[in-house]
């Protein structure tokens, strides 16, 4: 059975050519590894829930270890790959200047999917505030990594920070239950257009897992917005 990528255009703001378009993914939700064992489960695999919770578990947990390791992991889905980053300016590891992450790119799973991948385009995208990709300008990656001391783009359509309401800005707020949340100084938003923002991670912000929420009163008209209104990016970032 054909995968089926549904997709929305969008006039490409790097050029005035009104034909010039580019496609942006749209999303279907978000799953889980628990909605993944429960379309497991409804495709009929032979195991109990609670023994493909704990392989699945398990095996995750090994791939993570080994490639905190330093060994190249391939787990036929993604490649994994561990990452220093920050300068060195003496013979030490510093936790403030340097941090270490993991590369993930597509395995051989993925790439047998997107095989068998039709695109259907359902149309142009609406004028609205939204959040296309976060990318990590430190590894050059859109993987939802972010990296204290380190600059990142936010890239989508009428995304400028502006207005007078106080609760205009540039947020993160954490996906988990720990309801820790940062808004950006405005000092550190150092590009603020319609179509991308370049935003320098502070470094006393606390790695974890995020959500990434831009408020605005921008309009593109000249006016702005009585009412601010707000994009939240459909991928959990994690700050590293």
Same mark, same amino acid.
């Given at each position: 059975?054909?995968?089926?990528?549904?997709?929305?255009?969008?006039?490409?703001? +790097?050029?005035? *050519? !009104?034909?010039?378009?580019?496609?942006?993914?749209?999303?279907?939700? /978000?799953?889980?590894?628990?909605?993944? &064992?429960?379309?497991?489960?409804?495709?009929?695999?032979?195991?109990?829930?609670?023994?493909?919770?704990?392989?699945?578990?398990?095996?995750?947990?090994?791939?993570?270890?080994?490639?905190?390791?330093? %060994?190249?992991?391939?787990?036929?889905?993604?490649? +994994?790959?561990?990452?220093?980053?920050?300068?060195?300016?003496?013979?030490?590891?510093?936790?403030?200047?340097?941090?270490?992450?993991? @590369?993930?790119?597509?395995?051989?799973?993925?790439? /047998?999917?997107?095989?068998?991948?039709?695109?259907?385009?359902?149309?142009?995208? !609406? *004028?609205? &505030?939204?959040?296309?990709?976060?990318?990590? +300008?430190?590894? /050059?990656?859109?993987?939802?990594?972010?990296?204290?001391?380190?600059?990142?783009?936010?890239?989508?359509?009428?995304?400028?920070?502006?207005? @007078? *309401? !106080?609760?205009?800005?540039?947020?993160?707020?954490?996906?988990? *239950?720990?309801?820790?949340?940062?808004? +950006?100084?405005?000092?550190?938003?150092?590009?603020?257009?319609?179509?991308?923002?370049?935003?320098?991670? !502070?470094?006393? %912000?606390?790695?974890?897992?995020?959500?990434?929420?831009?408020?605005?009163?921008?309009?593109?008209?000249?006016?702005?917005?009585?009412?601010?209104?707000?994009?939240?990016?459909?991928?959990?970032?994690?700050?590293?």
């Amino acid at each position: 059975m054909k995968n089926i990528l549904k997709a929305l255009l969008r006039k490409n703001e +790097l050029t005035s *050519d !009104p034909n010039d378009m580019t496609a942006i993914v749209s999303s279907m939700g /978000k799953i889980n590894r628990s909605g993944l &064992i429960d379309a497991l489960m409804e495709e009929g695999i032979e195991l109990k829930r609670e023994t493909l919770e704990d392989v699945v578990t398990r095996y995750n947990r090994m791939a993570a270890r080994f490639a905190a390791r330093g %060994w190249n992991v391939d787990t036929g889905l993604v490649y +994994l790959r561990a990452i220093i980053t920050g300068v060195f300016f003496g013979k030490k590891f510093d936790p403030v200047k340097n941090g270490v992450y993991v @590369s993930a790119t597509q395995g051989m799973e993925i790439r /047998k999917e997107l095989s068998n991948t039709e695109v259907e385009i359902l149309g142009e995208m !609406p *004028d609205v &505030i939204h959040i296309y990709q976060v990318i990590n +300008l430190q590894t /050059k990656a859109a993987d939802g990594t972010l990296i204290r001391s380190r600059n990142a783009e936010v890239e989508g359509s009428y995304i400028k920070v502006t207005g @007078s *309401d !106080p609760t205009v800005g540039v947020y993160l707020e954490s996906a988990d *239950d720990s309801q820790l949340s940062y808004k +950006l100084d405005a000092d550190l938003i150092v590009v603020n257009n319609p179509s991308k923002l370049l935003l320098l991670i !502070p470094a006393e %912000w606390q790695p974890g897992a995020y959500r990434l929420k831009v408020i605005t009163q921008f309009t593109g008209a000249g006016k702005q917005l009585k009412a601010p209104r707000q994009a939240v990016f459909d991928q959990e970032l994690t700050v590293i």
